[in-house]
T-cell receptor, first 115, second 112 residues
């Protein structure tokens, strides 16, 4: 099983619908992240959390919210989806002290299409 | 603020060499390199730290010029498995992975 698991892997929805993307990890890492990937734009940080009580906005947080339900779970919500939120979303974890690097461990990605 | 990668795309034959560059306008603490194969998640290749330390999992070499705020990834004797999109990510402070900013990527295609 993957160390960082995202669900769903693919989702098609309509404008205005509420969508939740879920991420769970078995690596025991404190730090978790949500990134968005668009063609030609690379990976952009949406939200990050350094522990259960610590949630922070990234560079493109508008239109998104998150919940850190436990150390192992970090969910991303789109309260009212719009077409320009169509993208590939990645969850990632890191633990610079445990892993001895700032390496990010990515989930397999969730492809979201908003019609 | 986003690091600039060059070239945007590279096409190679097996066995040929390539260099991918990453340049930042800010003073850097570290540079990360990741490779993403089509339809898959990015995978960590290495991190280069200020002061010359390198940490990585693969036999791919890279350099980090702190004064010029530039890093280069060297792919020698390329193999088909090297195909994918390469991203650099830059940090301006130690362990500040929340401030890790990725470049737009360099697409590498290796043909037989």
């Amino acid at each position: 099983d993957a160390d960082v698991t995202q669900t769903p892997r693919n989702r098609i929805t309509k404008t205005g619908k509420r969508i939740m993307l879920e991420c769970s990890q078995t690596k025991g890492h404190d730090r978790m992240y949500w990134y968005r990937q668009d063609p030609g734009l690379g990976l952009r940080l949406i939200y990050y959390s350094f522990d259960v009580k610590d949630i922070n906005k990234g560079e493109i947080s508008d239109g998104y919210s998150v919940s850190r339900q436990a150390q192992a779970k970090f969910s991303l919500s789109l309260e009212s989806a719009i077409p320009n939120q169509t993208a590939l979303y990645f969850c990632a974890t890191s633990d610079p002290w445990r892993e001895n690097t700032g390496e990010l461990f990515f989930g397999e990605g969730s492809r979201l299409t908003v019609l | 603020q986003q690091p600039v990668q060059s070239p945007q795309a590279v096409i190679l034959r097996e066995g040929e060499d390539a260099v991918i560059n990453c340049s930042s306008s800010k003073a850097l603490y570290s540079v990360h390199w990741y490779r993403q194969k089509h339809g898959e998640a990015p995978v960590f290749l290495m991190i280069l730290l200020k002061g010359g330390e390198q940490k990585g999992h693969e036999k791919i070499s890279a350099s980090f010029n702190e004064k010029k705020q530039q890093s280069s990834l060297y792919l020698t004797a390329s193999q088909l498995s090297y195909s994918g999109t390469y991203f650099c990510g830059t940090e301006i402070r130690a362990y500040n992975t929340d401030k890790l900013i990725f470049g737009t990527g360099t697409r590498l295609q290796v043909f037989p």
